[in-house]
């Protein structure tokens, strides 16, 4: 792929060459026009191992879309902008371990291979173990539906790397709920096995804390799943820790934009 480095900035296609940008990278690229038509990728058998991947790298970007949508008050603030990608080609790993369907219909039973999407980083670039190292314990209960996040008594000036001109910062304790997902032969695409329980969600916060001053007491954060649900064994939930930082001014805080991280820590 060419990538130009002149003054000369243009979008579309000229002498049989096109130029676009590709989001979350700087630069303008270039590449040359052609390839087969739409039809020939939906009709011709020489394309048949092409529909099978499209397939199911629809369902996959479906079931990556789920795990956005449950932690959504989370993503913007805590995920760089090759997230998305990045997590539709883990699921795509899980996908690749059905071996019950066809190629091409595979199922994502995220239940089955937990292990590729835990300890997901939502921002590469930041890692939640080189900003926050205070020990701390994760529980949940055995209905699933509420965990636990656990910090005993801490000294944040020694065990908290934050960003310069931060005051305080929160931890953040989030669940969120998403099915195995499996293709539908009636509708044409990946639908949730366990579609009463997919995307539930809950997001919650300890207090302010001051970055400067010793933490006396245990901090817990507790989150609960909306509405008693009934988890079924095709339903996970996504057990995800984070920290975001603050500065203070006056009596209100103001979000950092940077510095900030989420993971999913474990998977139940």
Do not use: W
Not at 3 to 27: D, E, N, W
């Amino acid at each position: 792929m060419a990538k130009q480095t002149g003054l000369l900035r243009y979008s579309g296609s000229m002498g049989g060459v096109r130029h676009f940008k590709i989001k979350g990278l700087a630069g303008d690229f270039a590449g040359l026009n052609g390839g087969p038509s739409g039809d020939q990728i939906k009709t011709a058998p020489e394309f048949e191992r092409t529909r099978e991947n499209m397939n199911e790298f629809g369902g996959c970007a479906t079931t990556g879309k789920s795990i956005r949508v449950g932690l959504s008050q989370l993503m913007k603030q805590m995920s760089d902008p090759q997230m998305t990608g990045r997590l539709t080609g883990v699921i795509k790993k899980i996908n690749l371990e059905d071996q019950t369907e066809a190629r091409g219909y595979r199922a994502i039973l995220i239940s089955q291979e937990k292990q590729y999407l835990t300890g997901f980083a939502f921002d590469k670039n930041v890692s939640l173990e080189g900003v926050f190292t205070a020990p701390y314990t994760l529980t949940s209960t055995p209905a699933r539906d509420s965990g636990t996040f656990t910090v005993p008594a801490f000294n944040p000036a020694n065990l908290v790397n934050a960003p310069a001109g931060s005051t305080h910062f929160r931890l953040i304790l989030a669940l969120a709920c998403v099915s195995d997902f499996a293709y539908n032969d009636q509708t044409g695409i990946y639908e949730p096995i366990d579609t009463a329980n997919n995307e539930l969600s809950d997001v919650q916060y300890s207090g302010y804390i001051d970055l400067f001053t010793p933490v006396a007491a245990p901090t817990v954060v507790t989150a609960t799943l909306p509405g008693t649900p009934t988890l079924t064994a095709d339903a996970s939930v996504l057990q995800c820790i984070g920290i975001e930082f603050y500065q203070q001014v006056g009596p209100n805080y103001y979000l950092f934009n940077s510095g900030n991280a989420l993971k999913i820590q474990d998977i139940f």
